[in-house]
């Protein structure tokens, strides 16, 4: 694996740490051309940032010829890197001294000023996202950061540990839960509503059609939950597919499906399922979104609070 050492307090946001780190790693030649980078989700778990961060600074490194992805192998060092990977710290000093001078002469700007102007431009709001499964939550960060220009940073309820000092976005289900765990940071709470994910049709059909599947069998941690999820699911998918409900093994009951049986699994059970069983395509998860009418509530509370929290920093 490669080591990054990430500053989660600087105001640069991750995921350009990340292509800064590798920019360097590759250019000073400690990541030869051809060198795999690890997959996304290894990267994402040994940097301790969710798969949305790296997959972003994958991309961008792509975008520049920094890398390159090769179909059944990941992603790579290029073999022909860009101009300025040989450039070394020369090229990197002229253009420093360039950017300086036309920020004296054509602004009147300090190095100190246009520094604190790059830093400002450079800041992202971080969010952290609380759910009961590190699955959940992960997914709820990816919604937060398309809908929202932030970082969001997926957290488990059950970890046992208080999330960073963030504000903190939680559903309304584990709104009593969170306050009585963290009542000193109730200030820092922001609560939105979940709904089941509409994409659970399409997903749902798509392998239906295929195998001719009508049954669905609805695995969660307790039966009264496991009745109301597939009550829930019923709903969104209409009077075609029976749902059975029960509490068990996924693994397990995976092992025991018939065929036309297709498998839905409940987020809280999805981080304990073997890696064969996910990728599996007659099972799916039964996630949950943000109602949409929340986002622009939410965003609204957190961009008024950043901005008095800069007037009070001013």
Not at 81 to 98: I, K, N, R, V
Not at 257 to 266: H, R, S
Request: charged content about 25%; aromatic content about 6%.
């Amino acid at each position: 694996m490669i080591d990054l050492r990430l500053d989660r307090s600087a105001p640069m946001p991750l995921y350009h740490q990340i292509v800064q780190a590798l920019r360097w790693k590759i250019g000073t030649g400690a990541l030869r051309p051809g060198t795999p980078l690890p997959p996304i989700r290894d990267a994402a778990e040994q940097w301790g940032v969710n798969y949305h961060t790296v997959r972003r600074a994958f991309h961008e490194l792509a975008e520049e010829g920094w890398v390159e992805s090769v179909q059944g192998s990941g992603t790579r060092v290029s073999a022909a890197l860009p101009a300025e990977a040989s450039g070394g710290d020369d090229e990197l000093g002229q253009w420093l001294d360039q950017i300086l001078a036309a920020g004296r002469e054509r602004f009147g700007l300090s190095a100190d000023g246009l520094a604190e102007m790059v830093r400002e431009r450079g800041r992202v709001l971080r969010v952290v996202m609380v759910e009961c499964n590190v699955h959940q939550s992960t997914f709820l960060a990816q919604q937060l950061e398309q809908a929202w220009p932030v970082e969001a940073i997926p957290w488990s309820l059950h970890t046992g540990q208080e999330p960073p000092q963030l504000p903190i976005i939680g559903t309304y289900f584990h709104h009593s839960e969170m306050k009585s765990m963290w009542p000193e940071r109730i200030g820092d709470m922001h609560f939105v509503t979940l709904y089941l994910d509409p994409a659970l049709r399409e997903r749902v059909e798509r392998v239906a059609e295929k195998r001719g599947a009508r049954v669905l069998r609805l695995v969660e941690r307790d039966p009264a939950t496991a009745q109301e999820m597939a009550a829930g699911v019923s709903a969104l998918l209409g009077p075609r597919f029976a749902i059975h409900p029960l509490v068990g093994d996924p693994d397990e009951v995976l092992a025991s499906l018939e065929p036309g049986e297709l498998l839905l699994v409940a987020p809280r059970l999805w981080d304990g399922l073997s890696a064969s069983t996910r990728e599996d395509e007659r099972v799916f998860d039964v996630r949950h979104v943000v109602v949409p009418e929340d986002l622009p509530r939410v965003w609204r509370t957190l961009s008024r609070a950043a901005v008095q929290a800069g007037e009070r920093s001013d």
